[in-house]
Antibody, heavy 119, light 107 residues
Framework: EVQVVESGGGLVQPGRSLRLSCTASGFTFGDYAMSWFRQAPGKGLEWVGFIRSKAYGETTEYAASVKGRFTISRDDSKSIAYLQMNSLKTEDTAVYYC??????????WGQGTLVTVSS | AIQLTQSPSSLSASVGDRVTITCRASQGISSALAWYQQKPGKAPKLLIYDASSLESGVPSRFSGSGSGTDFTLTISSLQPEDFATYHCQQFNSYPFTFGPGTKVDIK
């Protein structure tokens, strides 16, 4: 069974950093791109970005709102994708979701992890 | 960036009703559109991909149509478990934007 589980969320002050993890199971992790999405409280969904598989150079794409501040990486040996978030802003407060895939609609979502940016 | 609008933003309907939700793109996206259902506190669930293809395991009362800039999601006979928010998302070009969502609640 395909599963993705996000972790690492919490309360962080503006300007600080936080790293989220997405631990995957039930599929050959290295064969797939991995994506991140987020949803601010009471708001709609926002695509954050994704990382391609090693076969496609592990290249990344990002939303303009996070480009230059957020970095997606992966460790295929551990089946984990990461979202490194730097220079956090209050508007980054959201539930962050990890999904399998990049260029196709997301069939498999985690339960999400809440990031609260507040002083 | 391609902008998606959805209409209506919310609707009230009864069990058994036929429900149609529209998603309009600011420029042509071919058939690169997906529909998701989301219930409070839960992750989205993929219903439709490529504008009209039903995701495995999704009931056949859900259907999608459209191409270019205009798309629809139809629920042929609304069931109690269908009360939720529905989101469209385009996959034609980065960033992969979402519509603002349509909330379907009980009349």
């Amino acid at each position: 069974e395909v599963q993705v589980v996000e972790s690492g969320g919490g309360l962080v002050q503006p300007g600080r950093s936080l790293r989220l993890s997405c631990t995957a199971s039930g599929f050959t992790f290295g064969d797939y791109a991995m994506s991140w999405f987020r949803q601010a409280p009471g708001k709609g969904l926002e695509w954050v970005g994704f990382i391609r598989s090693k076969a496609y150079g592990e290249t990344t794409e990002y939303a303009a709102s996070v480009k230059g501040r957020f970095t997606i990486s992966r460790d295929d040996s551990k089946s984990i994708a990461y979202l490194q978030m730097n220079s956090l802003k209050t508007e980054d407060t959201a539930v962050y979701y990890c999904t399998r895939g990049g260029l196709v609609p997301a069939s498999y979502w985690g339960q999400g992890t809440l990031v609260t940016v507040s002083s | 960036a391609i902008q998606l609008t959805q209409s209506p933003s919310s609707l009230s309907a009864s069990v058994g009703d036929r429900v149609t939700i529209t998603c309009r793109a600011s420029q042509g996206i071919s058939s690169a559109l997906a529909w998701y259902q989301q219930k409070p506190g839960k992750a989205p669930k993929l219903l439709i991909y490529d504008a009209s293809s039903l995701e495995s395991g999704v009931p056949s009362r859900f259907s999608g149509s459209g191409s270019g800039t205009d798309f629809t999601l139809t629920i042929s006979s609304l069931q109690p478990e269908d009360f939720a928010t529905y989101h469209c998302q385009q996959f034609n070009s980065y960033p992969f934007t979402f519509g603002p969502g349509t909330k379907v609640d009980i009349k």
